[in-house]
């Protein structure tokens, strides 16, 4: 056993699946929490513990919160009348990041896939259509990826929304072909969401 | 607040500070962790806690452990005669995983460094001078990086043994100038283990 004891090699295992890590960077890091072991180490062992037990979907959006419903989605301020429908929880946090969105959200969670069988109700689509009714929504602006998946998904939605009286926008200049919202700056994500257009 | 809960935040802002991630990378690791925060997440918080209350320097050598004294230091059949000096436990480990080395370590845990006021007795070379007699040691391997300061250091424990029986050797050939060890292949670190030369 190379690196010190069972546990420590469960833990650089654990470590080196996370995303964008492996097994060098992964004992790095061990290493380096191992030295600050009364400190750092110990405090986020207690904060994944509590971020774990506290964490859930918010029942409205999807938006992760330690409560039933979301800052944003308990917000009166926030019920602006419009809706903006992401994949992905990164997604909203790279908007929120971008201070350019007043309104609220929807957390799809993936896009409709027929490969993997995901379809409207795995997404919760039908639990958006209902949000627009009770919260009277006005626009529903779709922030998905500019990929094959995702604009497929923003299709499905805008059909599906047709026949109501909602305004359906989409990101307009500003997201690259094939780019992905948790990579681009706050800068570009803002200006794609000012000039947003019909869809 | 863009990213759920304070303590969401204040996990992200901890995990950020690890070696070679920041704000984006610990982003994405957190949204993974919470994801999976009934399996993966719990167990990360477990090990990090446990091996934050386990782990120890061994009395003997300086290794990482969870007894008093390490398996390595445990073992008579590592009782060959032979010690490999190294800078730190990252560097001890590079060579438990080249599999070449079948002696015991003393880890330094740094380099002397006037600017540091990094002396003699900060790096265990009292203990090392005291192993050297106390375990019939016949060789030593200064195991350094091939940096300024590893080799102010090797020089300075060679000229401390110089008047014992010791033979005193260093790594040889494939240490590449300014590498460190804890960066190089376990072909390359075994290579430069086999051929390594008299000082
Ligand atoms: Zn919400
Ligand atoms: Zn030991």
Redesign the interface.
């Given at each position: 056993?190379?690196?010190?004891?069972d546990?420590?090699q469960?833990?650089i295992a654990?470590?080196a699946?996370?995303?964008?890590?492996g097994p060098r960077?992964a004992?790095?890091?061990?290493?380096?929490?191992?030295r600050k072991?009364?400190g750092?180490?110990?405090?986020?062992?207690?904060?994944?513990?509590?971020?774990?037990?506290?964490?859930r979907e918010c029942l409205t959006c999807g938006?992760?919160?330690?409560r039933d419903i979301?800052?944003i989605c308990s917000d009166p301020a926030r019920a602006n009348g419009e809706i903006c429908v992401v994949q992905?929880?990164?997604d909203l946090?790279a908007l929120?990041?971008g201070h350019a969105f007043r309104g609220r959200y929807h957390v799809l969670g993936g896009t409709l896939s027929a490969l993997d069988e995901i379809g409207p109700e795995d997404l919760g689509i039908p639990g958006l259509i209902d949000r627009i009714a009770s919260e009277g929504v006005r626009e529903v602006i779709l922030a998905l990826n500019a990929t094959v998946d995702g604009q497929t998904t923003a299709h499905y939605i805008a059909d599906a929304l047709e026949s109501s009286e909602v305004v359906v926008t989409g990101l307009a200049q500003g997201v690259p072909i094939g780019g992905e919202l948790?990579y681009l700056d706050d800068g570009t994500i803002s200006a794609a969401l000012r000039a947003r257009r019909s869809l």
């Open positions: 056993m190379a690196e010190g004891s546990d420590i469960a833990l654990l470590i699946r996370l995303p964008g890590l960077s004992r790095r890091i061990v290493l380096h929490l191992i072991r009364n750092q180490m110990t405090q986020l062992a207690q904060l994944l513990d509590s971020v774990a037990n506290a964490s938006n992760i919160t330690d979301c800052a992905d929880v990164a946090w929120e990041r948790d």
